[in-house]
């Protein structure tokens, strides 16, 4: 009979920052593809236009890495974007911050439990990784956004 | 200066099933949260409605496990469910056969790079990554459908 394999390490920290950083470029993408007004205004079912979740994702970012390693819980205070421009300039200046603090965050951090924006329990990395999930789910809306505006959107294997 | 942490393991294969497992939950949520016709008509911009991307699911659960696992990677072949009760019965059984076979995974196979589905050369771990940020994105999808049809999708917290 074969072994269980369930304590197995599986990814390490580093893996999960360039698993981020990957759904991050299609997520970049994905605003991309959007026209200008439409990014701001287009809507489904009375659900928030995409500019505005990707300002969430953006403040679930750098303020989540923050939060993981040193306990700090700070929102995102940063104007919020108006143009197209402005939201990929500061999703770019994300990804630059991203890559500097994650590898800071003190291992320990990864598996203490802590209250996330004075609202959630949970370890730093199921924090970590419920960031990047929110981040795939609000991308996969983003889709049918733009297939309901007759435009193709990024392929989804393309993380490069 | 702080020590990085790049190399750290932060997920273990358990880990890794507990929180697909979690996401299936949630997943299944929103199968039901679908009326029996708009679960497999209702459709914005071209796009499958959400039946056919359930069954797609369906068909990257058990079979990326057996695949990572064993290296035979063999479409699923049950037929494609044609009511929410039989869609909802082939998921279930997945999530018995999923949490069966994910822990008899041979650790080595997960960083081993194989041929899936004849397709794709990739790790273990990034398909297995693959099939659950392609539910995630889906599921996402659902949740337009949901709020175009005027119902309120299962909450993205709850994966109990």
Same mark, same amino acid.
């Given at each position: #009979?074969? +072994?269980?394999?369930?304590?197995?390490?599986?990814?390490?920290? @580093?893996?999960?920052?360039?698993?981020?950083?990957?759904?991050?470029?299609? +997520?970049?993408? +994905?605003?991309?593809?959007?026209?200008?007004?439409?990014?701001?205004?287009?809507?489904?079912? !009375?659900?928030?236009?995409?500019? $505005? #979740?990707?300002?969430?994702?953006? !403040?679930? +970012?750098?303020?989540? &890495?923050?939060?993981?390693?040193?306990?700090?819980?700070?929102?995102?205070?940063?104007?919020?974007?108006?143009?197209?421009?402005?939201?990929?300039?500061?999703?770019?200046?994300?990804? &630059?911050?991203? @890559?500097?603090?994650?590898?800071?965050?003190?291992?320990?951090?990864?598996?203490? &439990?802590?209250?996330?924006?004075?609202?959630? $329990?949970?370890?730093?990395?199921?924090?970590?990784?419920?960031?990047?999930?929110?981040?795939?789910?609000?991308?996969?809306?983003?889709? &049918?956004?733009?297939?309901?505006?007759?435009? $193709?959107?990024?392929?989804?294997?393309?993380?490069?």
């Amino acid at each position: #009979m074969a +072994t269980e394999t369930t304590s197995v390490p599986v990814l390490t920290a @580093d893996d999960l920052l360039k698993d981020w950083q990957r759904n991050r470029r299609l +997520t970049r993408r +994905t605003i991309e593809a959007f026209p200008e007004d439409q990014l701001f205004q287009f809507s489904i079912g !009375g659900m928030r236009p995409f500019a $505005e #979740m990707a300002s969430e994702l953006i !403040g679930m +970012t750098a303020p989540v &890495v923050e939060g993981v390693s040193t306990g700090r819980w700070e929102e995102y205070k940063a104007a919020k974007p108006a143009t197209k421009t402005e939201l990929l300039r500061d999703w770019d200046a994300q990804t &630059v911050e991203l @890559d500097a603090k994650f590898p800071q965050i003190p291992p320990a951090r990864f598996s203490e &439990v802590d209250k996330v924006f004075d609202q959630w $329990e949970m370890p730093g990395i199921a924090t970590i990784q419920y960031a990047i999930e929110n981040e795939i789910h609000h991308r996969g809306q983003a889709y &049918v956004y733009l297939r309901a505006l007759g435009i $193709e959107p990024p392929s989804f294997w393309k993380r490069d």
